[in-house]
């Protein structure tokens, strides 16, 4: 249900003569402190007063100065650091009626009705707990004498919304929880590390990381990681695991691999229930194969450290949609949590969630596991299947899983051609990799082309095996090397390699040259048979612009790059009075990577192409940070897309601050340029790569058998040449033909871009004066067993 603009309007001073009050309950987690920065900055914004509660429900029970008023600047330079500053701890004293009504009095003294609680399931239900006794709790405290009947009466109602705050993704209803991603990039971090060590001695490595009762972060570790085996709870290994286990890391071995990667989730059982330790897989390595073997326990490692730049955008959009879920809420509201479908925030019954998180462990302890595997959701599943179908770690799943170990694999007709087109971008290697070792799994013969559209015209193509890909889901850049020449100009010459290697599919990663590259092959078609075979296009690109999906590969490493670059130019300042400075970052025309860098830093302002501006504004915001600066805020940060002026450049930009801010602040510049393009891929860049991979294998194969007739592939139909995209949470083949409607050509991007609505957020988290109509609030959903199982599985 999504409010008009004119009741947006209205709502941005609803909060006047309201309070909110925010606490961190539980387990910390990465992102919470970017969450109560924008629950503190959104309310504040809709002229709400706002509380901090310091030490989570304790401070909530002890009251007095646990409870304090925030103003603006309570919360800066908060985004960026881990753990939650108003601290959180286990409360014992919550749990009983007495707790709760010390609670209850401490919050009505303050005048507070709205409590935005940032926890696990548990913190989350007794906030609804609180919520369902407010009215016996009020009445309690007026017979005590403690509070009048007045005051019962002008705080009778107490409208709750949760926020999920969990390293282990383990609450039913949102495709994310708060700290899971800043999770696994420590992890991805520890494994990296790991595995320059175990090359160096070929040694096995049994890794164990958290998760008590839910297996997430094993599962996408394993696979961002390539890992040999993995244990979590949700699937406890058949009986016989050891030997199958051990078979399949001599094999591996044989193969030529210097080093082996177990991963064990700290909850890991086998099929009777009994924990499985990772010490016990240490031993079992060392008694079987005698392999030089260590075991590392991650801890709480996997906490700590900053938050990823997922976890403070998340945050921040969840933070500012509690805010207007608790000003639009009445008696008659259920309590509700904010998850993320897709990209967007959505409102979701909390009891329901909480209710269908508690079926999965209800479902494990009943040794129904693979209920247990769907009741985590689409996304969960999928990544497991994938895990399975990559490492071949059970015959019984896959049937050329025992081929393989005896150096078979099956024959088909067909050959796939595998190309990066475009700039490098962090998550083509794990897209190739998948890509290549499923078309083998098919059957198929693979061949992978150097140097892009240039290389398949020169003929620079060479088969791959199965091994040639291993270990490239952690390395950054194009293996395949990528160039960013159009096909148009050596059509001929690809025709010719097409025919020689008698090529049957082409599968393109890379960003607007390989969606435009597919084009123009697409409309050769007339004058070349050889073009008529399917073709795939996997975007991957820092600056996300290529039409037909909501990110490309890539984008996500980019712009965690360009955060880890803004924190780093904010901390130089912390020793320095009033200093301003003027990032460039890389992109293009396209804004995306400086507007979610901007979100990510709490930047001051963030200038791109799609948001035009005029020298009016540029003052505007020189007079909004001189304002800054005579507080106690002493520094700013503005970031600058590359393309998003003809005329005020970074130079321009850099000069005039420092000529309209003399005497008050100090500018410096800072162009970013190509730290943004490397490094190694983010965990999501990994996991997304592999599975976009595995997606276009398996679309190709089908459009091969599809299209194959009197010996031969000829598919000439719109529907064989698409753009692999995700829109929203649905994976979708787009015809290159349709998204020419769509797509902006001289300015290489989508005419309409979903992140742009992320913009009011910035602006309005950073104190410009911006219109809240301009906003699009969060949808209500519903959970369900089928809406969950039903997810696309990304």
């Not at 700290?179 to 971090?189: C, Q, V």
Request: hydrophobic fraction near 40%; include cysteine.
């Amino acid at each position: 249900v999504k409010m008009s603009s004119m009741d947006l309007e209205k709502l941005k001073m609803t909060g006047a003569g309201r309070a909110i009050a925010v606490l961190t309950s539980g387990g910390d987690a990465q992102g919470m402190n970017a969450a109560v920065r924008a629950v503190t900055r959104m309310g504040i914004y809709v002229g709400a007063k706002v509380y901090l509660i310091y030490e989570g429900y304790q401070g909530l029970v002890d009251g007095g100065d646990n409870i304090k008023l925030a103003h603006w600047h309570s919360v800066t330079n908060i985004i960026q650091q881990g753990g939650t500053v108003i601290g959180s701890a286990r409360c014992k004293a919550f749990t009983t009626r007495e707790g709760r009504l010390a609670a209850a009095f401490n919050l009505v003294k303050k005048g507070i009705t709205n409590l935005c609680v940032c926890g696990g399931d548990g913190s989350l239900t007794g906030a609804n707990l609180f919520r369902t006794e407010w009215s016996s709790l009020l009445e309690e405290l007026v017979q005590k004498g403690r509070i009048t009947d007045t005051m019962a009466k002008q705080h009778n109602h107490l409208n709750i919304v949760g926020l999920v705050g969990s390293i282990d993704n383990d609450f039913c209803g949102t495709d994310m929880t708060i700290g899971a991603d800043s999770a696994l990039h420590r992890i991805m971090e520890i494994i990296d590390a790991i595995m320059t060590t175990a090359q160096s001695h070929q040694r096995t490595f049994v890794l164990e990381v958290m998760g008590r009762h839910c297996g997430y972060l094993a599962l996408v570790s394993a696979l961002a990681s390539g890992a040999d085996w993995l244990f979590i709870p949700e699937a406890p290994p058949q009986e016989g695991w050891e030997d199958r286990m051990c078979a399949r890391l001599e094999g591996s071995r044989i193969k030529g691999s210097r080093l082996n990667i177990i991963i064990v989730a700290e909850g890991a059982v086998d099929i009777h229930g009994k924990p499985i330790p990772s010490t016990y897989v240490k031993d079992l390595v060392v008694k079987r194969l005698g392999y030089d073997t260590r075991v590392t326990v991650l801890g709480h490692v996997q906490r700590g450290g900053t938050p990823s730049a997922f976890d403070r955008i998340l945050s921040s959009k969840l933070g500012v949609e509690a805010v207007i879920a608790l000003m639009e809420a009445s008696p008659t509201t259920p309590a509700c949590a904010i998850g993320l479908s897709g990209n967007h925030p959505v409102r979701l019954p909390l009891m329901e969630c909480v209710e269908m998180t508690k079926l999965v462990q209800t479902a494990m302890n009943e040794k129904r596991f693979d209920e247990a595997i769907k009741l985590r959701g689409g996304s969960f599943e999928n990544n497991w299947n994938i895990y399975k179908l990559l490492a071949i770690q059970k015959p019984s799943h896959l049937n050329t899983a025992y081929k393989y170990l005896t150096h078979v694999l099956p024959q088909s007709n067909f050959s796939l051609a595998i190309l990066n087109v475009g700039a490098p971008a962090a998550g083509m290697n794990a897209a190739a990799r998948s890509a290549v070792r499923l078309a083998l799994a098919h059957g198929h013969k693979v061949y992978a082309v150097q140097d892009g559209f240039q290389g398949l015209a020169k003929g620079e193509v060479f088969e791959m095996e199965w091994h040639s890909v291993a270990g490239w889901t952690g390395q950054g850049g194009s293996l395949l090397g990528t160039k960013r020449t159009l096909p148009n100009k050596h059509m001929e010459k690809i025709v010719e390699t097409i025919a020689k290697f008698n090529i049957s599919a082409l599968l393109v990663i890379g960003g607007f040259e390989g969606y435009e590259g597919v084009l123009q092959l697409f409309e050769a078609r007339s004058r070349y048979d050889e073009l008529c075979i399917p073709m795939c296009v996997i975007p991957a690109t820092i600056s996300n612009n290529v039409p037909g999906t909501d990110f490309s590969l890539g984008a996500d490493t980019a712009v965690n790059a360009a955060m880890e670059g803004c924190d780093k130019i904010k901390q130089s300042a912390t020793g320095t009075k009033r200093r301003v400075f003027v990032v460039e970052t890389m992109g293009g025309f396209c804004g995306y990577l400086a507007t979610c860098t901007g979100i990510a830093v709490g930047a001051d302002a963030a200038y791109i192409f799609e948001d035009p501006f005029n020298i009016h504004d540029l003052k505007t915001n020189v007079d909004h940070l001189t304002e800054k600066m005579k507080k106690d805020i002493q520094r700013g940060l503005v970031l600058r897309n590359e393309k998003c002026h003809e005329n005020y450049t970074t130079d321009f930009i850099h000069k005039l601050y420092s000529s309209e801010g003399k005497g008050v602040f100090d500018c410096r510049v800072n162009v970013l340029g190509h730290l943004q393009q490397g490094g190694a891929p983010s965990p999501f860049d990994r996991n997304f790569g592999t599975k976009l991979g595995v997606r276009a294998v398996q679309w190709i194969s089908e459009r091969l058998t599809e299209n194959f007739r009197q010996d031969r592939v000829f598919a000439n139909s719109p529907e064989t040449a698409c753009v692999l995209g995700l829109n929203r949470k649905v994976i979708a083949f787009s015809p290159v033909t349709d998204l020419k409607a769509e797509t902006d050509f001289e300015h290489r991007m989508p005419k309409v871009q979903w992140w742009f609505k992320l913009r009011p957020m910035l602006k309005m988290l950073a104190k410009y004066q911006t219109s809240f109509c301009e906003y699009v609030p969060g949808e209500i959903e519903h959970v369900t067993r089928r809406s969950i199982s039903i997810d696309s599985g990304f």
